[in-house]
């Protein structure tokens, strides 16, 4: 049962031919059998999810179910989940035990979903590569000597592995879209605003956005209808009615305009995986979409704009990680000042301290305009490129990434390198648009993805196209175990 | 050298809305510590901050009550800095984009004048918690229940002269917020608390001096004790050929002592930077008429009017209306009885016995219904004014639900019955039948003084009870005839 689809799982379970308790029993199986290999999970809720599934089976035999009741998920472990631990992948936060629910999880919970654990992931969702968690690098399932993309890699390592039905994640930068491009699977980051944030563990307020990452765009919305929405708890959640997103997954693609920015196809990106995103776009015209050439032509400056408004923003975030009320405290502090910086020494890796640096220097007296200022003011521009682009198309499609998935260490000692490669996600972000990775097939046995941008609060057309891409080739049925 | 002081304030204002700024989380003052802070005022990870749009219309209307313009957009940011009672890691204030823009307050000096203080701005925050130091064996706690409490800090230009001026203002400040009832103007709770910037100058100079800022005043008697203190402690500087150095001051309102708390030097850089937590507050033209709609007569209003229509002098109709419980007592104490005898009796009086007893008008056992029942009595001749003041005292310590119950159970009520008091009268002029032959000896410009004596013997022989007026009358005839 653990190959087949969300999708699939829900009718089985609706028909009768599986219960919850036992298809919840036999990933919890797998997932003491296989991850050890991968370390994919920071924690295993074993107890709690097969007294979940006992209480999802009886409201399924209460005639009262939803699509994803008894279905088994697992949660990025910054989704503060009430009487669970919730680490961020951070040492600060090992002894954490969250005394309330995220309205993502909470949202989960209300349909009787499952939760089989938590999720490794990148400190404080800080990372290109799963390599920076408290709790040890996650492995690629296609190949265990790669990095699985971060940094909710653990969250796309554990759906390619076949250890949950699906998976949440958070995408600051490309985290969703990014790893599930080097896993293999199809995951979604909705336009900021579609889904609230609150109980998610904040890293760039601005540009963090919860969205689903399962097998097949068909799960991706109907776990999306059940995530999105308004929340009186946050107040950059927006309030908008929420579609069915399955209703239009069949729609026609005849007509639709399909955008390739030239940018996403100059220097810097793989040959091979150029190939398996032009062989995509083929599909679609077979599909009925036209393709025309955009321009954006800010693309270049997103990096520097991201990378000096994420950290500035998680530099503030991240200062109630003090060891006075919560988290890692330093033994014996000499004062008050020690106990500051001696927590949040011992607490924070490296790539966070880093960005927490970056981001204190960006905002500092007399740096604001220079860095800060100027940031904001690229981010408009890039926005307005989008805004440009979708005039005369309705999709734009490119790479996620410049590569296939690379080694784990390749990278590790330059992190420069390390951002650049998120050149192509990162800017969705600081457009606030919703973006989209889907299994395009692979480069020397690791998976390529597609990623698709669309406007504004437009998830319903990505998931469309996806599931229309899907229904027309296999990439996305290739797990590491029939490849 | 004449020296000329220069003062700007920095006030902090609690608003009086039943949650917190950001979340939920009950504002009540006095709860055990930490029972009144919720996930969002401790900071835990995750949670985010809400805004409380009562917070944001108070502060409207302090915007609205002072003249000032209204930020159509204005901005949370973050003001970031490390501190165990600051559960974020950074306050959520406003800097670039305050809620409140340019106004102005006007204060009436002893002299009778007035003048206008300008207001630069005005904004919204958060309040931090409080460190307790004792009790923790060399440890610190921390008390959250105020963390997260919605404050306007209003911030002056430089146009306060000397400590009477400063003084005037903060009372000023206190009747408007009190009047629009955004703060409950309770001073030793901390609802208000002032930040007082100091700078000397010799007089004539164009320039401002240095300047320090002693903070957290508060109550009015210690702003002005620390005004004159640091202004006369930097005269002494520079006139011994010293220089003032910009810090920031401490100033112990019990040992009247003051000290240097920190430098400029040693400053925070605060890194501010807009919330991306909160949105822009936008405020509609439709929220900002109906706010201007329900706003009540601010005191400079109240008090034009007291003198127009109550014919109050200047000097009473300022005290009455500067503060909302003392003027809503004399507004009803007027009511039906008689508008000039309230404002004695509000003045006088109702206000000595507070004073002694150190009790607010709010809480007066003589309520104002009590002190208007017992000015009709004064005025329709019932009693004296001299019987009038046994009558409040009564019923200040609970002898009676109001003057007549007082007046008939003591007895008291005056005598006007013309043959009584003839009666009486000549009972007196018996007794004293030597005064009464000086009287007629007398020469008649003396003689008006001379009545004095039978007077008060008339009057102590009907104690008190006696019409002064009909007593003065009845003595003139029968001695001068």
């Known amino acids: 049962m653990y190959e087949k689809t969300l999708s699939e799982q829900s009718q089985a379970l609706a028909a009768g031919d599986i219960s919850s308790v036992e298809l919840t029993q036999s990933y919890l199986d797998r997932i003491k059998q296989l991850d050890g290999d991968y370390n994919s999970f920071i924690t295993v809720t074993e107890e709690l999810a097969l007294t979940q599934a006992k209480k999802a089976d009886e409201r399924r035999a209460a005639g009262d179910a939803s699509a994803l009741t008894g279905i088994p998920l697992a949660h990025k472990d910054l989704f503060c989940t009430e009487g669970v631990k919730t680490t961020c992948g951070s040492n600060i936060l090992d002894n954490f035990v969250a005394p309330y629910e995220s309205t993502v999880t909470r949202k989960f919970k209300e349909a009787s979903a499952v939760m089989l654990g938590k999720t490794n992931m990148d400190e404080f969702a800080m990372g290109s590569s799963n ?90 919305a109907l776990m999306l209808n059940t995530m999105a929405g308004f929340d009186l708890r946050d107040s950059t959640c927006m309030d908008r009615e929420v579609p069915d997103y399955t209703a239009t997954l069949n729609d026609s693609l005849e007509g639709m305009t399909i955008g390739l920015p030239k940018e996403y196809f100059s220097t810097g990106l793989d040959a091979a995986v150029e190939q398996r995103i032009r062989d995509a776009v083929t599909e679609y015209e077979k599909l009925g979409a036209t393709v025309k050439e955009v321009s954006l032509p800010n693309l270049e400056l997103s990096i ?132 989209m990775s889907v299994p395009a097939g692979s480069v020397e046995g690791r998976p390529v993805g597609l990623q698709m941008i669309g406007r504004h609060f437009d998830e319903g057309r990505l998931l469309n196209a996806a599931h229309r891409f899907q229904q027309a080739t296999d990439f996305h049925k290739a797990s590491p175990f029939t490849a | 050298m004449q020296w000329e002081t220069v003062i700007g304030l920095e006030i902090h204002v609690q608003l009086a809305t039943k949650t917190k700024i950001f979340s939920g989380a009950s504002t009540a003052f006095g709860a055990e510590p930490n029972t009144q802070a919720c996930a969002v005022d401790l900071g835990l990870p995750g949670v985010l901050p809400v805004v409380n749009e009562e917070a944001i219309n108070m502060a409207i209307k302090f915007g609205l009550g002072i003249d000032a313009e209204i930020n159509r957009v204005n901005v949370f940011e973050r003001k970031n800095y490390f501190y165990p009672d600051l559960p974020k890691g950074y306050q959520t204030t406003q800097l670039d984009k305050p809620i409140v823009g340019a106004g102005h307050v006007d204060i009436t000096l002893n002299d009778g004048s007035t ?105 009015f008697k210690f702003m002005e004790a620390a005004i004159l203190k640091e202004v006369e402690r930097q005269i002494d500087v520079l006139e011994d050929g010293g220089k003032i150095v910009q810090e920031t001051r401490l100033y112990n309102g019990d040992t009247g002592e003051a000290r240097s708390m920190r430098s400029k030097e040693e400053a925070n850089d605060y890194r501010y930077f807009p919330c991306p937590d909160l949105l822009p507050v936008v405020i509609e033209d439709s929220r900002l008429e109906k706010l201007r709609a329900d706003m009540p007569e601010m005191p400079d209003a109240k008090k034009a009017r007291f003198i127009s229509e109550f014919g109050l002098s200047d000097v009473d109709a300022d005290i009455l209306s500067g503060d909302q419980p003392t003027a809503d007592f004399f507004e009803a104490a007027a009511k039906g009885s008689d508008a000039k005898l309230a404002s004695n009796w509000v003045l006088g009086e ?62 008291l009520k005056q005598v006007t019955d013309t043959a009584a008091i003839e009666a009486m009268i000549d009972e007196v002029l018996t007794a004293n039948a030597r005064q009464v032959e000086n009287y007629r000896a007398a020469p008649v410009e003396k003689r008006g003084k001379m009545i004095g004596f039978f007077v008060g013997q008339a009057m102590k022989a009907s104690r008190g009870k006696a019409n002064p007026g009909m007593v003065n009358q009845i003595l003139k005839k029968k001695l001068d005839s």
């Open chain 2, 115 to 219: 003048k206008s203080i300008r207001i630069h701005h005005a904004h919204l925050e958060e309040d931090a918690g409080k460190s307790l130091h004792e009790d923790y064996h060399g440890m610190s706690g921390i008390d959250l229940n105020r963390a997260g409490t919605p404050l306007i800090e209003i911030v002056t230009e430089p146009d306060l002269r000397n400590a009477e001026e400063a003084v005037a203002f903060a009372k000023k400040l206190h009747s408007i917020v009190t009047t629009l009832g955004i703060c409950d103007g309770n001073m030793s709770q901390g609802s208000m608390r002032f930040d007082v910037n100091v700078s000397v100058r010799p007089t004539g100079q164009e320039e401002f001096g240095t300047r320090t800022e002693t903070k957290n005043l508060n109550s």
């Open chain 1, 131 to 220: 390599e920076n968690s408290h709790y040890g690098a996650v492995k690629n399932p296609w190949d265990t000597k790669a990095i699985p993309g971060g940094s909710s890699g653990g969250s796309a390592a554990c759906v390619a592995a076949r250890l949950a039905a699906g998976a949440t994640g958070t995408d600051t930068g490309g985290s969703i879209r990014q790893p599930a491009s080097h896993c293999g699977i199809t995951g979604l980051k909705p336009t900021y605003g579609r889904v609230s944030r609150y109980g998610m563990i904040a890293y760039a307020s601005s540009l963090d956005q919860a969205g689903p990452m399962a097998q097949t765009a068909e799960d991706c």
């Open chain 1, 304 to 435: 520097p704009s991201y990378y000096v408004i994420a950290p500035a923003e998680a530099s503030t975030n991240l200062s109630r990680f003090d060891g006075a009320r919560f988290g890692h405290r330093c033994d014996n502090p000499a004062d008050l000042m020690d106990m500051y910086k001696r927590s949040r020494s011992e607490g924070f890796g490296e790539e966070v301290k880093r960005r927490i640096l970056v981001g204190t220097y960006a905002l500092s007296a007399g740096y604001y305009d220079a860095y800060y200022r100027k940031a904001q003011q690229i981010r408009r521009m890039i926005r307005d490129d989008f805004m440009n682009a979708f005039e005369q198309c309705d999709i734009i499609m490119g790479p996620n990434a410049p590569t296939p998935a690379f080694n784990i260490g390749e990278k590790s000692d330059d992190p420069v390198a390390m951002y650049l490669s998120d050149i192509y996600t990162l800017s969705v972000n600081l457009a606030g648009l919703p973006g």
């Open chain 2, 350 to 411: 109702v206000s000595r016995s507070l004073n002694a007893n150190e009790i607010t008008i709010a809480d007066s056992p003589v309520t104002a219904e009590m002190l208007a029942g017992l000015i009709v009595r004064i005025k329709d001749n019932t009693i004296s004014g001299n019987i009038a003041k046994k009558v409040f005292e009564a019923l200040w310590n609970g002898e009676g639900k109001d003057a007549d119950e007082v007046i008939e159970k003591k007895g």
